[in-house]
């Protein structure tokens, strides 16, 4: 699905286009380079990343399970630069619990794409209210964008942070509470 052949093609054009010269020796292999990067980089689009909610583990449980600072590596899909950050993403079970590492992988497929922030958290929180079927969750992402601050100085440092909430924390204020400082503990 992914066709590296043809992003290689359009690099050089960029390349063209900025006004370098595609062959000169240190730009000879970038475009085969961005392309491999890029195919790592927006590698969730060919997978549905709910998947990896199917290998869960009916415990009974019903507390609340918190997984802070998941690393979130992904594209603004507006300017196709990095934002990076990191992820807490929280839920209260209706009986089944999710791996960690499956939490790790649900942030990544959605962020191995060109996104937006706001919908990846929505994404995330979605996956573990419907496809695992918690009861509540609550995810929170705190973010650094390079098409901010690499193109304006005086957002540098800035960190945007976005929230998504489902079923048990959309109705509870004190849930909410509660898993955020658990999250400000940690920072
Ligand atoms: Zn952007």
């Known amino acids: 699905m992914f066709d590296e052949p043809r992003v290689a093609r359009a690099v050089r054009e960029i390349?063209?286009?900025?006004?370098e010269d595609p062959e000169r020796e240190?730009?000879?292999?970038?475009?085969?380079?961005?392309?491999?990067?890029?195919?790592?980089l927006f590698s969730g689009l060919g997978e549905d990343p709910a998947r990896h909610l199917e290998v869960a583990f009916d415990e009974g449980a019903r507390d609340l399970v918190l997984i802070r600072d998941l690393p979130v590596c992904s594209v603004c899909e507006h300017h196709l630069l990095p934002f990076i950050g990191k992820a807490h993403v929280g839920y209260v079970p209706e009986g089944r619990i999710?791996?960690?590492?499956?939490?790790?992988?649900?942030?990544?497929g959605y962020a191995r794409r060109p996104q937006i922030q706001e919908r990846l958290t929505a994404q995330v929180?979605?996956?573990l209210h419907d496809?695992?079927?918690?009861?509540?969750?609550?995810?929170?992402?705190?973010?650094t964008h390079s098409c901010m601050t690499m193109r304006y100085a005086e957002t540098?440092?800035?960190?945007?942070?976005?929230?998504?909430?489902?079923?048990?924390f959309?109705?509870?204020a004190a849930r909410r509470?509660?898993?955020?400082?658990?999250?400000r503990r940690g920072t």
């Not at 496809?131 to 973010?143: D, N, P, Q, R, T």
């Not at 509470?177 to 999250?183: C, N, Q, R």
């Open 131 to 143: 496809a695992l079927g918690a009861a509540g969750s609550m995810v929170v992402i705190e973010a």
């Open 15 to 19: 390349l063209h286009a900025i006004g």
């Open 177 to 183: 509470a509660e898993v955020l400082s658990l999250i």
């Open 170 to 172: 959309e109705e509870d």
């Open 156 to 168: 540098t440092g800035s960190v945007a942070v976005t929230s998504a909430a489902r079923g048990a």
């Open 98 to 108: 999710a791996g960690f590492s499956e939490l790790a992988r649900l942030v990544e």
């Open 125 to 127: 929180a979605d996956a």
């Open 26 to 40: 240190g730009l000879q292999e970038t475009p085969e380079r961005v392309a491999g990067a890029y195919a790592k």
